[in-house]
């Protein structure tokens, strides 16, 4: 797909018909994650790829009643493919904790912008844009409250030294019905809103 079409298309599916990702398709969105930008080349991302049913059950079981309580339909449950998006923090230490070992008291950086979160961001863009090259629809789950991101990790027993960023969810996209907005969605800002200029 021409790449401004695939960000014309660009925006979060919170609907997907039952049919299947093939594996082809899967494969290729996977791809780019080699393709993926890191800080100091951390390489920490990490991705665990769901399709067994009965794990997506347990995720929309955690995550969806809300949105099914304001009209969506079961869109984490019924998602063929989901995508746990994780971080190994250690990595980034270890990268950088190395990166001048023979200065006289080296300490670590104050991490004034958590690497591992920014590169999470950068990785799940790139699997967003992929995934709607290959004309399938992207959504993104992700929670403010703690025990919602553990009890997520452990539906799919995430090892200790990861951190769940969120969970991607890829399907074909249901758009045979109307989706309810909900009353707190704020207008898009315009541009004039987000970027100043220095000329
Ligand atoms: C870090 C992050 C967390 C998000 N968490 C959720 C979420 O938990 N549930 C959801 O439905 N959408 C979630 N979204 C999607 C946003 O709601 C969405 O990007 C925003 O409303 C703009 O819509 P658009 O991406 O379709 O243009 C998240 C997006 C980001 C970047």
Excluded at 60 to 86: K, N, Q
Excluded at 116 to 134: K, P, Q, R, S, Y
Excluded at 189 to 197: A, H, P, Q, R, T
Aim: a negative charge; one cysteine or more; proline letters at 8%.
């Amino acid at each position: 797909m021409d790449f401004a079409d695939v960000l014309r298309r660009r925006q979060m599916a919170r609907s997907y018909t039952d049919e299947p990702v093939s594996d082809e398709a899967l494969t290729r969105i996977l791809k780019v994650v080699r393709r993926a930008p890191s800080a100091g080349f951390s390489q920490g991302h990490r991705l665990v790829v769901v399709t067994d049913p009965k794990l997506r059950q347990q995720a929309g079981d955690i995550a969806e009643g809300r949105y099914v309580e304001m009209g969506f339909p079961p869109w984490i449950s019924t998602a063929p493919v989901h995508i746990y998006l994780c971080t190994r923090e250690q990595s980034y230490h270890d990268r950088y904790g190395v990166a001048e070992p023979v200065r006289p008291g080296y300490t670590e950086i104050p991490w004034p912008v958590p690497f591992w979160w920014f590169d999470c961001g950068a990785l799940f863009m790139l699997l967003h844009l992929a995934a709607l090259n290959e004309q399938l629809a992207t959504g993104y789950f992700s929670s403010v409250y703690t025990d919602e991101l553990e009890a997520l990790g452990q539906v799919v027993g995430l090892p200790d030294d990861l951190f769940l960023a969120g969970v991607i969810t890829i399907g074909h996209g249901d758009e045979s019905r109307p989706l309810p907005v909900p009353d707190n969605v704020v207008p898009r800002m315009s541009n004039d809103e987000i970027i100043e200029w220095r000329v």
